[in-house]
Nanobody
Framework: VQLQASGGGLVQAGGSLRLSCAAS????????MGWYRQAPQKQRELVARIMRNGNTDYADSVKGRFTISRDNAANTMDLQMNSLKPDDTAVYYCYAHHNIHEDDYWGRGTLVTVSS
């Protein structure tokens, strides 16, 4: 299983970024996929996830600003991030949980920096 995240970068507060995760070796459509982030000196935390049935779940800090989606045909997952805040600065990791094997997989991460 490989998860390749892209789309990070530097943006001013109030701006937008779109992260993408390309998956191979695992079907996004039939497993739980998500994004985690880790800021300096902080623990990794769940940002958003999308379940097999299409239901989504968001951290309270990003509700109403971030949207997770997937493209089943392309086997990719996106995270649209709007109204970004300096507190959103972190390395963002693409995550997959295999629903049958109960295994977890992680991408290498992409850095998002939001300047004030």
């Amino acid at each position: 299983v490989q998860l390749q995240a892209s789309g990070g970068g530097l943006v001013q507060a109030g701006g937008s970024l779109r992260l993408s995760c390309a998956a191979s070796g695992i079907r996004i459509r039939t497993n739980t996929m998500g994004w985690y982030r880790q800021a300096p000196q902080k623990q990794r935390e769940l940002v958003a996830r999308i379940m097999r049935n299409g239901n989504t779940d968001y951290a309270d800090s990003v509700k109403g600003r971030f949207t997770i989606s997937r493209d089943n045909a392309a086997n990719t997952m996106d995270l649209q991030m709007n109204s970004l805040k300096p507190d959103d600065t972190a390395v963002y990791y693409c995550y997959a949980h295999h629903n049958i094997h109960e295994d977890d997989y992680w991408g290498r991460g992409t850095l998002v920096t939001v300047s004030s």
